[in-house]
């Protein structure tokens, strides 16, 4: 069904009782082209863009919960492209402009919401490293002003400004930065890829990789073995366990990073915030509810729950950014199973198996990078050839040095 104004009024009218399921529960075929192990929103964006921009459909997408059950359901929703490398700038750009695109592309309301991003710096070399990031993003075609106190204080009052250990002295601000309604967009990708004849396979877990003569043949999984031409890995925190089917070892950890909410309240702040002195980020929902969070659980786990360390953290950090949070309430708090590279950065490449590929490694940041991620692996995983704004992303560079050390943190993935 085609969603329309007119649609929606004549639903309406007939009680909402008419609504056709929003994609198909096929039961898997014995082959396919292309097998995209993960229905999260990587997963789904790389399936939907296989069909769309390389015309193979013939795609399965074996997910072994519910879509969108994965982090692209639990993350903050933030999206921007304000980062400094150029082996980064360029894929995450290309993630935005297709996000400006997106609700037209797919034809579906993933509330994609350009209200800024707003870093905040709190000493002089703060501000001098945020100078130079806003710099390079410029040199790239991509926004970014370095406001200063009173810019930021006409922005965001209600923030502490003159905190005694971290006074506010301005921010970098990215306004085509913003959030989009996370879990809509893996629905909404799901239902573009279902109608493009992509068969979205839930309760499938992949338990093996089936591979003869150095090449991928097929997977099995709980539901049977399926055979296969190409297989895709876009299984985020699951990442190791899954490489690991085929006898690699990757250069990822699993760490579980929490997110909270608060209980709604009426709109205070229309912009997403971030603290420059510890890690903390905030933004408002449509529901009212102020969504925040900060660090990763410092040791690994495939667990999704956190412990109570990075709580007190977050709500610290909540405190000497914006002391009037301490009146509310927290609604609710979750995990999710991060995926993180030994430099902060992604892996979209071929892997040592022929015809089986890797996207991984996204660590905080995959949500805003879903659209081109799922762009780049198609491009990928359809002519073998790297996409030219993701050709740094290759999982060799650990071996061979050419790392993308987005936050100069090094070989540390507890500090990404
Ligand atoms: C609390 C939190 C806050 C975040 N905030 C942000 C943010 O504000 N901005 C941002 O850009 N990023 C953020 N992120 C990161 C972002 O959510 C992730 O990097 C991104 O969603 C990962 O890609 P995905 O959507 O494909 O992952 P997922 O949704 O996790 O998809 C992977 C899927 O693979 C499935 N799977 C695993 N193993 C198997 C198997 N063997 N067989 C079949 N299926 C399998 C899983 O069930 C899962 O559904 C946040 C993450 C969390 C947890």
């Known amino acids: 069904m085609r969603y329309s104004a007119f649609a929606i009024v004549r639903e309406a009218l007939r009680g909402n009782r008419h609504w056709a399921p929003v994609w198909r529960d096929p039961a898997p075929k014995p082959s396919y082209d292309a097998v995209i192990i993960g229905g999260g929103g990587h997963g789904l964006a790389t399936a939907y863009y296989l069909a769309k921009e390389h015309g193979i459909a013939n795609v399965a997408v074996l997910e072994k919960g519910y879509l969108g059950s994965g982090n692209v359901g639990r993350n903050t929703t933030i999206v921007r492209s304000n980062y400094l490398l150029p082996g980064n700038v360029p894929f995450y750009e290309w993630s935005m402009k297709l996000w400006e ?25 703060q501000r001098d490293a945020f100078a130079r990031r806003g710099n390079a993003m410029r040199l790239h075609g991509v926004d970014a002003e370095l406001l200063d106190r009173d810019e930021v204080r006409a922005m965001a009052p209600f923030l502490d400004f003159d905190n005694g250990r971290f006074p506010i002295r301005g921010g970098l601000l990215q306004r085509r930065g913003g959030t989009v309604r996370h879990d809509a967009v893996a629905w909404g990708y799901a239902r573009a890829a279902d109608r493009r004849g992509v068969d979205l396979i839930q309760n499938c877990e992949v338990t093996g990789l089936s591979i003869d003569g150095g090449r991928v ?20 925190g699951n990442s190791s366990r899954v490489a690991a089917l085929a006898g690699m070892r990757l250069p990822i950890e699993s760490h579980v990073l929490q997110a909270f909410v608060s209980e709604a309240v009426k709109p205070v702040i229309d912009t997403v915030v971030t603290f420059g002195a510890g890690h903390f980020y905030i933004s408002q929902s449509d529901k009212g509810g102020l969504v925040f969070g900060g660090d990763i659980d410092g040791y690994n786990s495939y667990a999704w729950r956190g412990n109570l ?40 490449d071929r892997t040592p198996v022929d015809g089986l590929y890797l996207n991984a490694g996204w660590c905080y940041g995959g949500f805003k990078a879903t659209p081109a991620s799922g762009w780049c692996f198609a491009h990928l995983i359809a002519t073998g050839a790297p996409h030219p704004v993701a ?11 050419a790392v993308i050390d987005e936050k100069g943190a090094g070989a540390q993935p507890n500090l990404h």
């Open 101 to 125: 695109g997106l609700e037209q592309d797919i034809n579906y309301n993933a509330m994609v919401s350009q209200r800024g991003v707003l870093n905040l710096y709190h000493s002089d070399a």
């Open 217 to 236: 043949v097929g997977v099995e999984t709980t539901r049977g073995p399926i055979r296969a031409g190409k297989v895709g890995m876009a299984v985020a």
């Open 309 to 348: 360390a990075i709580v007190e953290d977050v709500m610290e950090c909540a405190m000497a950014v914006w002391p009037g949070l301490g009146r509310l309430r927290v609604l609710r708090h979750w995990g999710g199973l991060m995926d993180m590279s030994m430099d902060g950065s992604p892996i979209i």
């Open 391 to 401: 050709g740094s992303f290759r999982l060799d560079r650990f071996a061979t040095g």
